[in-house]
């Protein structure tokens, strides 16, 4: 049976007070307040007094509205239907379909059995050579893009949820610009892959607190695709607004904050979100792209920071363009052993060689006179920009390993290249 | 007696206890068809603060709670090795079996299989006169004989009345009976439980650190070693290779048994460790590694609270070995996820926060973490070690937190890991200058003082060439740098992908690094810096090589000798300030 309670205790920020009994840790609340009804969460206990985060916010509530609890915490539907459809962060159509009740599922469940876990071993093709070549993504790894406001990450994402190798693709949207939201919607749809895309989108005019459920949403939903053998990639944008929307939560609740106002378990929270990307043995997976920016550009921040500590690498998205340096696929060892046999080569050689060119151009803005090896430093690094770093360059894998050699062959002799002999006979060919 | 929950925030819950409540007490929260167990972490009155070990989602103000009596314990018996526990010891696979992909909250499992039987050899008759922790008798477990021991919790000195025959038992089989001073009667069996945050202390005395624990990475052995019985830290950023140097120590360092604690991390760093060591055979035994391995697997997604407990249970099983003359290591990964742990605590019952908002007990609580690592001579006069290498995470890669701090203050050796050499790929990244240990090397003291200076000088004048440029750089100068840098690649640096350069034996090391020595102490001839480049290349490149050479093969001393004969070639004296180095041995080349 459903309690009705219409007293308020108190109302601060977007958490409310009720006295209350029979209330359980984590259950559902709907609070209707004459500008609508919102969900409510409960967050503490204690006696009988009720705490509850208002998803819509606290604005506009009244000590004299109704809150009824449900008895049951938050539950998302699952079912193939949601396919194609667009949800805003508490799970209600933002699409103008129909609402969607059946086999409903608990969000933010038991975390996997490490037992039960595998060695990931298939990678993700995503056309992208910064990432296929340099650091490819493997299928149930979790991997966040560190960016800075203004930087295309969300371009990069949609590029990516386009040409993937995945079965679904579910797209959890955190405080998201409007017309970002309007961009994806738009570039899925154009890019016929909306049929096999979920969107969970909190916008930046939502309430704050809505977007807390986003990534729990997103990956519920991506769990049960993922035990019924689909490949899911996630991707979340941008989790600094999740880490804020908590900070601003525990502020409320008047817990000791632990670095730049953010709460004691900010990694636990965004851990227990990224653990979720998983290699089921036997059958799906999830994988997990999530943005985080990084206000001012700072990688010690308190959320690049923590989700630093949990992801298996990163990638840093500087000027348009993933940075070779710092960017790193922990997992890349696991698949780029068996795609071609250049590929480690070209992938570790041609880094290196860019690394030179950074050491020239800085010699060359100091002054300092160019060696005519500085000189074809320079042209390569240009060349390297241009036709592997760009975001715009689109090919395959194997495409891009002899678009490698052709600027091998275009810039350096044989021997400068600095790879293997047997390599060299193979692949590279002389334009010099 | 009722208890009744009155209030949930987060993973901690308050109690309204009639009775008795105990601090560490275990106690079960009854929502629903679970049982949730928790642990008493203050008592105020007539309420007591649980930290629950699971997701506290579903409880509700009135839930019934029962208090066990029993301190938070783990169980210790034969069997433990190779096993693969959740921070409250219940076996991962087998919960995975039970309850498929998902870990089920309210499920716990026994520890040990209490069906298996072990061939019992008693070591002791009736009439004998014991103390808690001494051996009546022991089992095969895999390599070790496994001593069965007078349970630890027992005091003063027992009778042994009654002892079985050598055949097998299950665990739970009574195996002797014995009886105190008090004259009360005890069954002896193969288990018995022990509460984790109390030391093992049934010892007859804690020894100093002197022997060293070798690791087989050149750097750790030779510059920053760590002795069995001692403590490290290995502090670093995110990137910088903490896991993956645990990992490579966990395979090659030379102890009888291995604890990795994984508490706090990715889950995917524990399944590599779980999947390899079935198949990765131990040299020295010819075993699987996970025979003396235990994993004890807290990772990040799972319950915060079993997190803080996980450390406590690893290190308990870690001092129960001990117990039975055998050396043992255990690799906590990491303990600022621990501290975190105790973090969020301290936030839910509205502690004063200290630095960082992390508990004023910090400090103590790593200082008595650290201090149960130990080298300790038994009542049977044999020692046995616990070395504890624990992982930190300190935020933003800055040193100067609390949690790094407090570990500094504690252990014996600082492995301190450097982003910069990460970054350039240089493995293990391990900072040789800023890295400091206070234990005894196998490599004699002012020879490792010499290469260290070599590194202290090269460094300065590469901080010294980054503004005056190379021209600007006397030739001297410009040497001491290469012979730095030559240092570093050939062996500070250790290629953990090759068979032979991953894991390097201590006579090996010596050896090498003799020739090391001859290299950095000479004084050498040449015209000019291309000539003293390209001369240390040279040398540098069939040094790498040397190093992927099999120890005493014929293309290692054909190596050695081409090594020896650059040097030869270049060689007209030693470096005055090496002098002393040389003196009373017979110099070489």
Known sequence: ?432 | MINKVIGVSGNMVSVEYTGEATMNEVCYIITGDKKLKSEVIRVKGNVADLQVFEMTSGISVGDTVEFSGDLLSVQLGPGLLGQVYDGLQNPLPELAEQCGFFLERGVYMAALDDEKEWEFNPTVEVGARLEAGEQIGFVKEGLFNHWIMVPFQLEGVLTIESIKEEGKYSLNDVLAEARDEKGNLHQLSMVFNWPVKRAIKTYAERLKPEETLITKLRIIDTFIPVAKGGTYCIPGPFGAGKTVLQQITSRYADADIIIIAACGERAGEVVETLKEFPELIDPKTGRSLMERTIIICNTSSMPVAAREASVYTAVTMAEYYRQMGLNVLLLADSTSRWAQAMREMSGRLEEIPGEEAFPAYLESLIAAFYERAGIVRLKSGDTGSVTIGGTVSPAGGNFEEPVTQATLKVVGAFHGLSQQRADARKYPAIHPLESWSKYEGIIDQQKTEYGRSVLFKGDEVGQMMKVVGEEGTSLDDYIIYLKSEFLDYVYIQQNSFDPVDAAVEPERQQHIYDIIIDILTARLDFDGKEEARSWFNRVRQNFLDYNGKKWNSDEFNDLEKTISELLDDKKIGVEADAESLWAGESRRG
């Open chain 1, 1 to 432: 049976m459903q309690k009705v309670y219409s007293k308020i205790e108190s109302i601060s920020g977007n958490v409310i007070t009720v006295k209350a009994a029979g209330v359980r840790y984590k259950e559902l609340a709907v609070v209707g307040s004459r500008y609508g009804s919102s969900l409510a969460e409960v967050i503490r206990l204690k006696g009988d007094e009720v705490a509850l985060q208002v998803f819509n916010g606290g604005r506009g509530v009244s000590t004299g509205d109704e809150v009824r609890f449900m008895g049951e915490p938050m539950k998302v539907s699952f079912s193939p239907n949601l396919l194609g459809r667009i949800f805003d962060g508490s799970g209600r159509p933002r699409d103008g379909g129909p609402e969607l009740a059946d086999t409903m599922v608990e969000i933010g469940g038991p975390s996997v059995n490490p037992a039960k876990r595998i060695i990931p071993r298939n990678m993700v093709r995503t056309g992208i050579p910064m990432i296929d070549v340099f650091n490819s993504l493997v299928e149930s790894q979790k991997l966040p893009i560190f960016s800075v406001s203004g930087e295309p990450y969300n371009e990069l994402l949609a590029r990516i949820a386009l040409q993937a190798e995945v079965d679904i693709i579910i797209l959890g949207g955190m405080g998201l610009k409007y017309d970002d939201y309007l961009f994806f919607k738009d570039t899925l749809e154009k890019g016929g892959v909306m049929s096999r895309t979920v969107f969970f989108v909190h916008t930046a005019s939502d309430p704050v607190v809505e977007s807390l459920l986003v990534p729990d949403i997103a990956l519920a939903v991506a769990e049960k695709f993922a035990i019924q053998d689909k490949r899911v990639l996630v991707l979340l944008t941008d989790m600094t607004n999740f880490a804020d929307a908590m900070k601003e939560i525990s502020i409320t609740m008047e817990q000791v904050p632990s670095n730049r106002g953010y709460p004691g378990d900010l990694y636990t929270q965004l851990a227990s979100r990224y653990e979720k990307a998983v290699d089921f043995e036997g059958s799906g997976s999830i994988t997990i792209l999530g943005v985080t920016t990084m206000p001012g550009d700072d990688v010690t921040h308190p959320v690049p920071d923590n989700t630093g500590y949990i992801t298996e690498g990163q990638f840093y998205l500087r000027n348009g363009r993933i940075e070779p340096f710092g960017s790193l696929s922990r997992l890349k060892q696991l698949v780029n052993g068996d795609t071609r046999d250049d590929h480690r080569a070209i992938m570790d050689g041609m880094i290196k060689l860019y690394a030179a060119y950074k050491e020239s151009l800085e010699k060359k803005s100091m002054g300092f006179k160019m060696s005519g090896w500085d000189e074809k430093l320079l042209t390569y690094g240009q060349l390297f920009e241009q036709e592997m770093m760009d975001l715009s360059v689109n090919i395959p894998l194997e495409d891009a390993l002899d678009k490698g050699w052709e600027i091998l062959g275009g810039c350096f002799e044989p021997e400068e290249t600095g790879l293997r002999s047997d390599l060299i006979e193979k692949y590279y060919s002389s334009k010099v």
